[in-house]
């Protein structure tokens, strides 16, 4: 069965330090992962996927198949980037997966 | 613009009311489903849809119906609301065209926080 794990519920930085939201999957056969955000009073959106390898808001994600993993990684954390992020892996009938979430608070 | 709307932000409804939310789209999208969001849960699947008329259930499906006569209208439906379904419901969409369905991404609605007294 298709299974996303977020081991942590909140994570806390300082503006400026590295930040890296994990994610580990469990899915049989070539897994096709997501990374969701919702900003305070803002709908779920989509921030990037694994297959486009691009940044975006200098976020980036590295498939790792070996670890099935997917963390989220950005070197420099800003403010505004507190916000709850979610992984999620994608299905048939285009159903995704969700973890559970991690709030990630950047204190100034 | 892409939209999902929700029928309401806010709603209060009393144990054993029958509970209707509402969820519209206007990108033709042919796939369209219902989550709840619960802290530290994470969003789970009730009940999705890829056409007019199909239904399929998700992981919780129990205690909840779903109806779409419509292409762009999804209708979540509490025959007989519970106070475990105190939650936030968030309807979403997405489009089935290729070139590749994974990089069809799920655009949410704003969510329709439900509490049931």
């Known amino acids: 069965a298709q299974r996303v794990t977020q081991p942590e519920k909140l994570l806390s930085v300082f503006k400026g330090a590295p930040v890296e939201l994990k994610c580990n999957y469990s899915?049989?056969?070539?897994?096709?992962l997501f990374w969701y955000v919702q900003y305070s009073r803002q709908r779920l959106q989509l921030l990037l996927r694994?297959?486009s390898r691009e940044s975006i808001k200098g976020f980036t994600a590295d498939l790792n198949k070996g670890e099935t993993s997917f963390h989220l990684k950005k070197p420099f954390a800003q403010e505004e980037d507190s916000a709850m992020y979610y992984c999620?892996?994608?299905?048939?009938?285009?159903?995704?997966?969700f973890g559970s979430g991690t709030k990630l608070n950047v204190k100034p | 613009d892409v939209k999902v709307t929700q029928s309401s932000r806010y709603l209060v409804k009393r144990t054993g009311e029958k509970v209707f939310l509402e969820c519209v789209q206007d990108?033709?999208?042919?796939?369209m489903f219902w989550y709840r969001q619960d802290p530290g849960l994470g969003l789970r699947l009730i009940y999705f849809?890829?056409?007019?008329?199909?239904?399929e259930k998700g992981d919780i499906p129990e205690g909840y119906s779903v109806s779409r006569e419509k292409k762009e209208r999804f209708s979540l439906i509490l025959e007989s609301a519970s106070t475990n379904q105190t939650s936030m419901y968030l309807c979403?969409?997405?489009?089935?065209?290729?070139?590749?369905?994974?990089?069809?991404?799920?655009?949410f609605g704003p969510g329709t926080r439900l509490t049931v007294l």
């Open positions: 979403a969409s997405s489009s089935s065209r290729p070139p590749r369905l994974a990089n069809n991404e799920q655009f």
């Open positions: 899915y049989s056969g070539s897994p096709e």
């Open positions: 694994h297959i």
């Open positions: 999620a892996i994608f299905s048939y009938f285009n159903k995704f997966y």
């Open positions: 990108m033709d999208h042919e796939n």
């Open positions: 849809s890829y056409d007019v008329k199909m239904k």
